[in-house]
């Protein structure tokens, strides 16, 4: 499988020019079969990889991809990294391996075959276009001390969004990153433990980096990436950055919890002040939005006054 992936990989930069390239030249540079390079395409196109394919040019990648540099990443930070091409869930692998990890371990896939986002949707995972990351996380006085953790996680990845000169970021309660009113980013947030002794946490991000558009016709939500601004940064320069912000920012979780973060929180919701709607279940609940509470609860004034609003089963959208 590794060599497998190695030779894709060499496919992949041949195809990151402007250039077409053709089925030949691809065969003699790999020293394969032009049969076993057409393969390789079908293979990579089977996980999201867009690459044109012109009768008589030859083949050239429809966005960038862009990987990785595992030797970067691991040198670059004191924790444990894991790293692969390929893997069902991130959350997933390191919540089988809890008891062997330490805070602020992380581990990275180019491509997610099961990943998942709130409520179970799937999350869109095209090999090499984003960055799929989860990061553990030990909380020793329990759940209870996790409540409004993933509004914490969206200020950091804002936090280290903005220090990379992206701008035009907003945060959706709970923990949605958008970018121009569209959605960068998520949060996932898995745990398992009891309510009141150790706790471990498992922080999975998603973030676009470069999308196709024929990846984006499966998302049923406007999104946007990084591909388009200038200031895209590297996507190694990323992962190590948003870890160390990560680590940053739980540490003051840990200590002074949400309270410290209401601020950060305020400058950047992309609904404070305005008319928004809570979908619960069958019921719809309007008021306009103050931010959110020292747990991490929404905050809506209503007729009936400033009422909190928490759970899982919340989807907020715009009043207007």
Request: glycine fraction near 10%.
């Amino acid at each position: 499988m590794i060599e497998q992936w190695s030779r894709k990989r060499e496919i992949l930069a041949a195809l990151s020019g402007q250039q077409f390239v053709s089925g030949e030249e691809l065969a003699q540079q790999a020293g394969i079969s032009r049969t076993a390079i057409g393969n390789h395409i079908s293979s990579l196109e089977g996980y999201g990889v867009e690459i044109y394919s012109v009768k008589g040019k030859g083949y050239k990648l429809a966005n960038p991809v862009s990987l990785i540099n595992e030797a970067k990443l691991t040198s670059s930070i004191l924790s444990r990294c894991f790293y692969f091409d390929e893997l069902p869930s991130t959350n997933a692998f390191l919540l089988k391996h809890v008891e062997e990890l330490s805070s602020g371990d992380i581990c990275i896939a180019e491509y997610q075959s099961a990943g998942r986002g709130r409520r179970g949707r799937n999350w869109v995972s095209p090999y090499g276009c984003h960055l799929y990351c989860s990061m553990y996380w030990k909380l020793e006085q329990g759940m209870a001390q996790a409540s409004g953790l993933s509004l914490v996680v969206a200020c950091a990845l804002v936090e280290v969004l903005k220090c990379l000169g992206i701008d035009d970021l907003g945060v959706k309660w709970p923990n949605d990153i958008y970018l121009n009113n569209k959605k960068l980013a998520g949060v996932l947030i898995e745990m398992s433990g009891q309510p009141d002794s150790e706790c471990h946490l498992v922080i999975g991000i998603g973030i676009n980096i470069s999308m196709s558009h024929a990846q984006g016709d499966k998302i049923d939500q406007a999104w946007s990436d990084l591909s388009d601004n200038p200031s895209c940064p590297e996507k190694t320069d990323l992962a190590v950055a948003l870890q160390k912000q990560l680590k940053i920012d739980l540490e003051t979780f840990q200590n002074d919890g949400l309270t410290a973060f209401l601020e950060r929180w305020k400058a950047v919701d992309i609904f404070f002040g305005k008319q928004v709607k809570l979908l619960m279940g069958d019921n719809e609940i309007n008021g306009i939005c103050k931010g959110i509470d020292s747990t991490g609860a929404i905050l809506l004034e209503t007729d009936k006054g400033l009422v909190p609003f928490v759970g899982g089963e919340i989807s907020l959208r715009s009043g207007g």
